[in-house]
């Protein structure tokens, strides 16, 4: 069950054009004084890659299921596009309880009433 804590973690699959513009916005506040989110990890398929935001390297891994498993992430945010892996993960991700957010219509036509 996801926890009860302000601000809320969260768990960001994807670094690029999606998932990399959410970074920004976080990072500017959406343009609200106090926003009651902070990203707890970005997930990206190399950490080496450059990117169009930025983030300590601390908050970045090549392991997307780790963000999935984390008690510390209340809410996965999932930015991969694609059928999988992003189903999988988004699947994962509510079995364990935690709030997600997508706006994948593949994932959602394919799964999305089961």
Same mark, same amino acid.
């Given at each position: 069950?996801?926890?009860?804590r302000?601000p809320?973690?969260?768990?960001?699959?994807g670094?690029?054009?999606?998932?990399?513009?959410?970074?920004?916005?976080i990072?500017?506040?959406?343009?609200?004084?106090v926003?009651?989110?902070?990203i707890?990890?970005?997930?990206v398929?190399?950490l080496?890659?450059?990117?169009?935001f930025?983030a300590?390297?601390?908050?970045?891994?090549e392991? +997307? %299921?780790?963000i999935v498993?984390?008690?510390?992430i209340?809410?996965? $945010?999932? #930015?991969?596009? /694609?059928?999988e892996?992003?189903r999988?993960?988004?699947?994962?991700? +509510? %079995?364990s309880g935690?709030?997600v957010?997508?706006?994948?219509k593949? $994932?959602v #036509?394919?799964? /999305?009433?089961?």
């Amino acid at each position: 069950m996801p926890s009860q804590r302000v601000p809320y973690s969260l768990g960001i699959l994807g670094g690029g054009t999606v998932g990399g513009g959410l970074v920004r916005l976080i990072q500017n506040q959406l343009g609200h004084p106090v926003l009651p989110v902070r990203i707890g990890k970005i997930g990206v398929r190399e950490l080496s890659k450059s990117r169009r935001f930025k983030a300590p390297l601390s908050l970045m891994t090549e392991d +997307l %299921k780790s963000i999935v498993d984390d008690p510390a992430i209340d809410i996965v $945010v999932e #930015a991969l596009g /694609g059928l999988e892996p992003a189903r999988t993960y988004l699947e994962q991700a +509510l %079995k364990s309880g935690k709030h997600v957010v997508t706006a994948n219509k593949y $994932v959602v #036509a394919e799964s /999305g009433d089961h």
